[in-house]
């Protein structure tokens, strides 16, 4: 067929005109589509930092909360009103809390320092070691092992990977003395005072023991190097009082699925910001995030007193329940210092699936697992409980230079924007756990 050249240079040119304007057009389509992508991709991070931003502010919320009630010590008034106080923070997520109570022998310090010449040095007992009157006892000031009536040692510094140390060394070969009483000169990553869990509070042994500040190191050496005379005054008052564990039960839609079981301690020395503080932030946002998911398996929640004491609230709470470690689907412990500034997290685990859980979990938050305890070591604390019981379980902690110290407390001691990442982790870790059925 043939055209017209007229006709031709015509069709030429509309075809040309076509062209471009549909090039065109694609291109405006393309760079319509990457700019809807590029718009979605900043309301979807938007979104993610505002979810962070609102758990950072819960968590810090919560330990500034803690933090200002004070001396967090079982059975003490504050631990009492903090109990109270945590149970309203788990209405607020719509779930029902209790209190369940449990009584105990409080120990209250009276008068308790050493005293050489002129010189008097403000401690804290040992509040599972014999005290005692306000006269106290008097003698040489010696070594370990010899025959100074007063001995002077040093307890270790806190580690993360050697948590047991505490039970053994020369704190344990001190009660074991025949010294009439004993000066400990605690040892923290700072100086100051860094106080000792007394894990025989149910069964105190040895002499009087007075807990005092590494910074009175090299006066103490000195004064024990010369065989000084010293007074030690451990005078305290026993008190009976009531202590409570704070629970919680978010329900699930099967109940013929074993419970998940979630605990944290929230009892201490001092105001543990971050000690005890963190873990409870934690907890808090666990049962916040699984009210919302409605999970198919029951998860039984509960904070303990009685931590610092031989793990008085611990004992109690499954005692009470004597089948629940053995026939639980698992044990999560929320241990010491999670959140605490450029501090490296260890877990204890009782098997693979859960190691592979929490390391998933954390890793969706850009956080890693840095120790784990070797699978066959002997475990402390709760860890212990749960190990002898046959559960599976595991325990996340972190490190701290202001363990059982004074100066453990809010803000500088807490990194709120670590602390809500480990939050987020195990809320959502404990939502996909949930959903396994085997």
Same mark, same amino acid.
């Given at each position: ?19 471009? %304007? ?9 760079? +319509? ?10 309301? @979807? ?37 903090? +109990? ?52 106290? @006892? ?44 004993? @000066? ?59 202590? %409570? ?106 098997? *693979? ?30 860890? +212990? ?16 230079? *202001? ?12 990194? *709120? ?8 982790? @195990?809320?959502?870790? *404990? ?8």
């Amino acid at each position: 067929m043939n055209i017209p050249g007229g006709q031709l240079a015509h069709r030429t040119a509309t075809g040309l005109h076509r062209r471009t %304007f549909l090039a065109a057009g694609g291109r405006t389509i393309l760079l +319509a589509l990457a700019s809807s992508a590029a718009g979605l991709n900043r309301v @979807i991070a938007q979104d993610k930092m505002s979810a962070s931003n609102e758990v950072e502010q819960r968590v810090a919320a919560i330990v500034e909360a803690y933090d200002a009630q004070g001396n967090h010590r079982t059975g003490t008034s504050v631990d009492n009103k903090s +109990a109270e106080w945590l149970a309203d923070e788990i209405r607020r997520s719509g779930t029902e809390p209790s209190l369940e109570s449990f009584t105990l022998s409080r120990v209250d310090p009276l008068s308790c320092y050493l005293r050489i010449a002129d010189r008097r040095i403000e401690g804290v007992p040992m509040f599972d070691a014999a005290f005692t009157n306000e006269e106290g @006892i008097t003698g040489t000031l010696g070594a370990l092992g010899s025959d100074a009536d007063i001995a002077l040692v040093e307890s270790d510094t806190f580690k993360l990977d050697e948590p047991r140390r505490q039970r053994g060394g020369t704190i344990a070969e001190a009660r074991q003395s025949r010294h009439k009483g004993i @000066i400990i000169l605690t040892k923290g990553s700072r100086p100051g005072l860094s106080l000792l869990n007394a894990l025989f509070f149910r069964a105190p042994s040895g002499p009087a023991m007075l807990q005092v500040s590494s910074a009175e190191h090299e006066w103490l050496m000195t004064q024990a190097r010369t065989g000084a005379q010293a007074t030690l005054v451990t005078h305290v008052k026993r008190t009976t009082a009531q202590a %409570f564990n704070v629970i919680a039960r978010v329900a699930g839609s099967d109940s013929g699925l074993a419970p998940l079981v979630i605990v944290a301690p929230r009892s201490g020395w001092w105001q543990c910001a971050s000690e005890r503080g963190g873990g409870l932030a934690c907890w808090l946002e666990t049962i916040r995030v699984l009210a919302a998911a409605k999970p198919a398996r029951d998860c039984l929640f509960a904070a303990f007193s009685g931590h610092e004491l031989g793990l008085l609230g611990v004992d109690t709470y499954f005692e009470s329940r004597p089948d629940l470690i053995k026939h639980s689907y698992a044990c999560i412990f929320l241990g010491a210092n999670i959140g605490a500034p450029r501090q490296p997290n260890l877990i204890q685990v009782s098997d *693979v699936p859960l190691e592979v859980w929490i390391a998933d979990a954390l890793q969706k938050q850009g956080l890693v697992v840095n120790q784990k305890a070797p699978p066959e070591s002997e475990r402390r604390g709760e860890a +212990a409980i749960f190990q002898g019981g046959g559960a599976r379980y595991l325990v996340l902690a972190c490190g701290s230079d *202001v363990f059982h110290s004074a100066a453990d407390r809010w803000p500088d001691e807490v990194d *709120v924007a670590i602390l809500a990442r480990y939050a987020t982790s @195990i809320a959502n870790g *404990v939502v996909e756990l949930v959903r396994q059925r085997s």
